[in-house]
């Protein structure tokens, strides 16, 4: 009677050790990865690249027709120039440094940036100075600076 009572008490162990301890643990991780989760079930929210673009009130009955992100259009930019690094920089990014150019090779670099129907400004930043679009005649005035200017539509 004894021995069985001592199967028994090893089995339960073995179940606590090997169950209960890595469900617990591994529901701590995926809570922690996948914690979104629970924020989806207050109100339908459209997110933009970490942004929030909308939230429906509460109370709102939404379909998924009634929340539509906005149509992007991917605008190629090309500059040929020797240069060692190139960005684009412009309103789309409060001109900042974050999309680089890629080198095609024959000192032609490009990038290709989605972006909504509107009117963008923007420059070249090569090597650390800004440079007008050598390609695009368009141009406008950022406080007293020139920049070049797009139309997406």
Same mark, same amino acid.
């Not at 997110?47 to 109370?59: D, E, N, T």
């Not at 670099?109 to 050598?134: A, N, Q, S, T």
């Given at each position: 009677? *004894?021995?069985?009572? $001592?199967?028994l008490?090893?089995? @339960? ?6 169950? @209960?301890? #890595? ?10 990865y ?9 109100? #339908? ?24 992100l ?9 500059? &040929? ?17 974050? &999309? ?6 024959? $000192? ?5 940036? #989605?972006?909504?129907?509107?009117? +963008?400004? +923007? ?7 800004? *440079?007008?679009? #050598?390609? &695009?005649?368009?141009?406008? +005035? ?12």
């Amino acid at each position: 009677m *004894i021995e069985r009572k $001592n199967i028994l008490i090893a089995i @339960v162990a073995f179940l606590f050790i090997f169950l @209960v301890i #890595p469900v617990t643990v591994f529901k701590k991780i995926m809570t922690q990865y996948f914690g979104f989760l629970n924020s989806w079930l207050d109100a #339908p929210v459209v997110s933009l690249r970490h942004k929030i673009v909308s939230r429906i009130p509460k109370g709102h009955t939404a379909s998924v027709g009634d929340m539509k992100l906005p149509e992007f259009k991917f605008v190629k930019f090309k500059i &040929n120039i020797n240069a060692k690094q190139v960005f684009i920089v412009g309103d789309f990014n409060k001109w900042s440094a974050i &999309n680089p150019l890629s080198d095609k090779g024959n $000192n032609t670099w490009e990038i290709e940036i #989605p972006l909504v129907k509107g009117r +963008y400004k +923007y420059m070249f930043l090569i090597d650390g100075k800004e *440079i007008l679009d #050598p390609l &695009n005649p368009d141009i406008d +005035y950022n406080g007293d600076k020139k920049v070049s200017v797009i139309e997406v539509k």
